[in-house]
T-cell receptor
């Protein structure tokens, strides 16, 4: 069982709509949790980073939340744009080894006009 | 800041040949760099941790003699895929840790296709 699971696996929305991606993790304790955006054929780009004591972090139209009690995180995208089409990856950095990032399976988002 | 580059961005080679991929941290020094491999529709899998001036640490199941890593300077790590075979075809991504933080910045990736 993957220590970081994401849902849905894929998502299709219309341009301008909002969406929320989910991440459930079992990694504990952890140093931080990040959300990355990965365009097809490109490396991941960091969107947000939260430590275990933070509840929310925003970056433009991206807002991440973290509930350390339920071990859940979400990424909310507001007013989606065509350029938001990408894979979104939840990544947890375990406290016992912050270099050994644990990657979620990703959510493939497609935004259509 | 914190830009990581990779070269080449894509390479096609014949089976049995060796391919070298470079990873550079452009505006910061990185004692530690990481090499990942990503197959289609899968997540990144850590192959090895590259340490400047010392031997790389390989993950279980990754052949060190097949994937040679050299971290000769604080801004450059190279991955050489030796005697490449079609099953080595994949997307290879490096990252560099921006010290003193533990933040890894990822390169744009290298698409390797072995014919």
């Amino acid at each position: 069982k993957n220590q970081v699971e994401q849902s849905p696996q894929s998502l299709i929305i219309l341009e301008g709509k909002n969406c929320t991606l989910q991440c459930n993790y079992t990694v504990s304790p952890f140093s931080n949790l990040r959300w990355y955006k990965q365009d097809t054929g490109r490396g991941p780009v960091s969107l947000t980073i939260m430590t275990f004591s933070e509840n929310t972090k925003s970056n433009g139209r991206y807002t991440a939340t973290l509930d350390a009690d339920t071990k859940q995180s979400s990424l909310h995208i507001t007013a989606s744009q065509l350029s938001d089409s990408a894979s979104y990856i939840c990544v947890v950095s375990p406290a016992y080894n912050t270099d050994k990032l644990i990657f979620g399976t990703g959510t493939r988002l497609q935004v259509f006009p | 800041g914190a830009v990581v580059s990779q070269h080449p961005s894509r390479v096609i080679c014949k089976s049995g040949t060796s391919v070298k991929i470079e990873c550079r941290s452009l505006d910061f020094q990185a004692t530690t760099m990481f090499w990942y491999r990503q197959f289609p529709k899968q997540s990144l899998m850590l192959m090895a941790t590259s340490n400047e001036g010392s031997k790389a640490t390989y993950e279980q199941g990754v052949e060190k003699d097949k994937f040679l890593i050299n971290h000769a300077s604080l801004t450059l790590s190279t991955l050489t895929v030796t005697s490449a075979h079609p099953e080595d075809s994949s997307f290879y991504i490096c990252s560099a840790r921006a010290e003193p933080t533990d933040t890894q910045y990822f390169g744009p990736g290298t698409r390797l296709t072995v014919l």
